[in-house]
């Protein structure tokens, strides 16, 4: 139930979906424009079955790393991701490392660790069995979201080519579609469908709190996915895992907010070293901007040169 709730959401995206679909927006004289060449759909329907594969079988290890391991640990192993997804990108989609992407990559990795050790354990007891499955399928479940991340903008790149917000939608609907499939599949195999009535009564906060819990959690990582795809789409999968990165500090000043949580040294530095390092990215963004730009006027002032003296 908990990989289930990771992509059952993608429903609520269908509106959207319509609203944005070429179809919509040519009837609507909407002026975004629309790549000559469009993927066969062959390649579009065995792009979608594999990622909708690959997001099940990480959100199941995620599942099962939260279930066996503290929250320590876990969070610890999935701060790994940013470093991953750094290797990734730089053999999958041609990443530039610069001494400022370097130390924005290392500064975000470090705050999220700082926060992972300082997170409270839980005291419960744990076989070496279970921990083990636990933290492999953790570290499993990091490598595989960081690869799908690289594997996502390589497919925006070379496959779709299509720059709407109808690909990113689909990008998120068709792949969740493929997961939450699966994910049925696995709750009447595994015979667990059978304990869900058992699970919602022992809920201690009611059977209400139960459903509601399932659904906002649902529709939350539809949100956050969208906005991790639309991120992989206008700059990098690394920029957007390092957005991703950027909001695990942030949590804990909303618990402060609104729980009235103690905040502590930790937290302030951890925070500090996350800002930091978004900074130092952001930054890279702005030397490559300029730079760019720089580029392009001495391209134009040479071409007017050469007007002239034609």
Not at 199 to 205: F, Q
Request: net charge neutral.
């Amino acid at each position: 139930m908990a990989t289930f709730v990771q992509s059952a959401g993608f429903p609520i995206l269908i509106p959207l979906l319509i609203f944005f679909s070429p179809m919509f927006s040519n009837s609507t004289k909407s002026t975004r424009t629309q790549s000559p060449s469009k993927p066969k759909l062959s390649s579009l329907a065995f792009l979608y079955l594999a990622f909708g594969l690959l997001l099940t079988g990480d959100n199941m290890m995620y599942s099962y790393g939260l279930l066996y391991l503290p929250v320590s640990t876990y969070s610890l192993l999935c701060a790994t991701q940013l470093a991953f997804n750094a290797l990734f990108s730089f053999f999958l989609n041609s990443q530039k490392f610069t001494p400022f992407i370097l130390n924005s990559i290392v500064l975000l990795t470090v705050s999220a660790s700082l926060l992972a050790v300082h997170s409270d354990s839980d005291t419960t007891k744990i076989s070496r069995a279970k921990y083990a499955i636990g933290f492999l399928c953790t570290l499993g479940a990091s490598v595989t979201y960081s690869l799908y991340l690289s594997l996502v903008q390589l497919s925006f790149e070379k496959v779709i080519k299509r720059e709407t917000f109808s690909a990113v939608l689909d990008m998120q609907i068709y792949p969740s579609f493929v997961a939450t499939c699966a994910c049925v599949v696995g709750l009447f195999a595994s015979g667990e469908w059978r304990k869900l009535g058992e699970e919602m009564k022992a809920y201690e906060e009611g059977r209400v709190s139960y459903l509601m819990t399932l659904i906002w959690t649902a529709l939350t990582w539809q949100i956050s996915s969208i906005g991790m795809l639309g991120l992989i789409f206008e700059v990098s999968s690394l920029f957007s895992n390092v957005i991703s990165t950027l909001a695990l500090p942030v949590v804990p000043i909303l618990a402060v907010l609104f729980f009235h949580d103690k905040m502590d040294g930790i937290k302030v530095m951890a925070m500090i070293l996350a800002i930091w390092g978004f900074i130092s990215y952001v930054y890279q963004h702005y030397l490559d901007d300029a730079k760019s730009r720089k580029d392009e006027t001495n391209v134009a002032e040479v071409s007017g040169g050469t007007t002239e003296m034609c």
